[in-house]
């Protein structure tokens, strides 16, 4: 049996059984990259952040469970340290996109984004991102947990397969690290400079962060017609 985009060639049960081709459809992307210049910028965009927070006092309220959520227009008060993020984000995300024949374009894209800042036992429900193509995460400050994991604050995707897990025997899977996912939310644990983009379908979310310091990050949503 050859398993694509899994394990390697097997062979089904029995001594007379054909070889098999087992197709792994439907992959979902997750990028990541880190921003070289990460230790300076993020310096400098928390600092405009955290004044950002102190001067709007109250907090957006969408997703957020606890912590504080800036207007969706930090790509306008966020400064030179913000639009070099976002000039990061965008060479991802046009690196990525390409139509249905495989060919790239060049795409103005419209974007919208804004600050998130977790203190203890903050975190964020499952959502997604409605008009928008790409989303991005970027991580100013870790609030500690890239070193220590105990700490939580990960940032957490749902499977996009539906009713999958949850239509019949849920015990029972395909071999590959795709089945043994099947129904899991898959945890990523963020480091200061990382950037993650996915699909604004994606459903996700943040694990409660269980540190005494700022966990501070940046979403960015792009939709076409900028």
């Given at each position: ?62 997703s957020?469970?606890?912590g ?38 060049a795409i103005?894209w419209?974007v919208?984004?804004w ?11 499952f959502?997604?991102h ?7 995460s ?9 070193a ?53 379908w ?9 540190g ?14 900028g």
């Amino acid at each position: 049996m050859t398993d694509r985009g899994s394990s390697g060639p097997q062979r089904a049960a029995g001594a007379d059984a054909p070889q098999l081709t087992v197709l792994n459809l439907f992959a979902t992307p997750l990028v990541i990259a880190t921003l070289p210049e990460a230790p300076a910028l993020n310096a400098e965009l928390k600092r405009i952040i955290l004044a950002r927070e102190a001067a709007a006092g109250e907090s957006v309220q969408r997703s957020n469970h606890g912590g504080w959520q800036s207007t969706w227009d930090m790509h306008q008060w966020g400064g030179a340290p913000m639009q070099k993020v976002l000039a990061f984000a965008r060479n991802i995300v046009d690196s990525v996109t390409v139509d249905r024949a495989g060919k790239r374009h060049a795409i103005a894209w419209r974007v919208n984004s804004w600050a998130n800042v977790n203190r203890q036992g903050h975190g964020n429900q499952f959502h997604t991102h409605p008009g928008a193509l790409w989303s991005a995460s970027y991580y100013v400050d870790d609030g500690g947990v890239g070193a220590d994991a105990s700490l939580g604050g990960e940032f957490e995707i749902q499977d996009p397969r539906g009713v999958a897990p949850v239509m019949y025997a849920p015990y029972l899977t395909f071999p590959g690290p795709d089945g043994a996912a099947l129904g899991e939310a898959q945890r990523l644990t963020p480091q200061a400079g990382m950037c993650v983009v996915f699909p604004s379908w994606l459903s996700h979310g943040v694990r409660p962060y269980r540190g005494t310091r700022e966990r501070i990050s940046i979403a960015i949503n792009f939709s076409l017609g900028g």
